[in-house]
């Protein structure tokens, strides 16, 4: 085998897309474009093009797994990962990627690990912590776990990169980042800037973990239902769609 076919594949893209079938996507979005790394919502096989990585967002794995099929993304995933893409999925976005699904059929299969869904018991039992991750952050970061999933154990080339009593939080390989919980739900930019790195891109911002003007309703302005004062106020994002004004969806 030459050198040539020992080399990892890399991705030639220089934008972070978010995969934008169902879930928590405008957080994602937001909280690249505070770092300042170009980013799109992911829809079609064409927005594809020029991704360094993807965002599979938290959100319903049953309902995202089915319209994966439904528009055969699945296989463009597979496909560009294969090609150097690199991967982040957060909560149901993590049960995508599995490769084994505690009484399930797996989906993705990109990244082994084993994982129970709700693995914490209903949405009511959702919750709220913090841990101290020192590869991402010298200061502690804040976790929303929303009916999430716990990942069981992890195979061979998986690091652990966050552990609690029983289960393992967050973990990655070469190609893959997955976390149960949902940085794009709190002022944390560390996981972000975390993995733009991860897909070869240079992140900017504040050196600091915590992004200080970050408030609940940030990500409002990728939303439909913006304010009309708030949208002018902060431009949306390149290749975002254009807000559209529920109680005057005609702009008239
Ligand atoms: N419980 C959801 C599922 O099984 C995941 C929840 C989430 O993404 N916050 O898909």
Request: contains cysteine.
């Amino acid at each position: 085998m030459s050198r040539a076919e020992l080399k990892p594949p890399t991705a030639a893209g220089r934008m972070i897309g978010v995969l934008d079938l169902q879930g928590g996507v405008f957080e994602h979005l937001d909280h690249m474009e505070r770092l300042g790394v170009a980013v799109r919502p992911v829809k079609k096989a064409e927005d594809f093009q020029g991704l360094a990585g993807l965002i599979l967002p938290g959100g319903e794995s049953t309902c995202l797994a089915r319209l994966l099929q439904i528009f055969g993304i699945d296989k463009v995933i597979i496909r560009k990962f294969h090609e150097g893409m690199k991967l982040w999925g957060t909560c149901a976005g993590a049960i995508l990627l599995a490769k084994f699904l505690a009484g399930e059929a797996p989906h993705l299969g990109l990244i082994d690990i084993e994982v129970e869904r709700n693995g914490f018991g209903s949405q009511l039992d959702s919750f709220v912590s913090e841990a101290s991750i020192p590869r991402l952050s010298p200061t502690p970061i804040p976790l929303t776990f929303i009916r999430a999933p716990k990942i069981l154990s992890v195979g061979m080339g998986v690091d652990v990169l966050l552990r609690i009593g029983d289960f393992i939080a967050a973990a990655e390989s070469s190609g893959v980042l997955v976390t149960i919980f949902h940085p794009e739900l709190t002022p944390s930019l560390a996981f972000h800037r975390y993995f733009a790195r991860k897909c070869g891109l240079r992140p900017g911002g504040e050196k600091t973990a915590i992004d200080p003007p970050w408030d609940k309703t940030s990500w409002m302005r990728f939303a439909r239902i913006t304010p009309l004062e708030r949208r002018s106020a902060e431009p949306l994002a390149k290749g975002c769609p254009q807000a559209i004004d529920h109680e005057n969806p005609e702009g008239i």
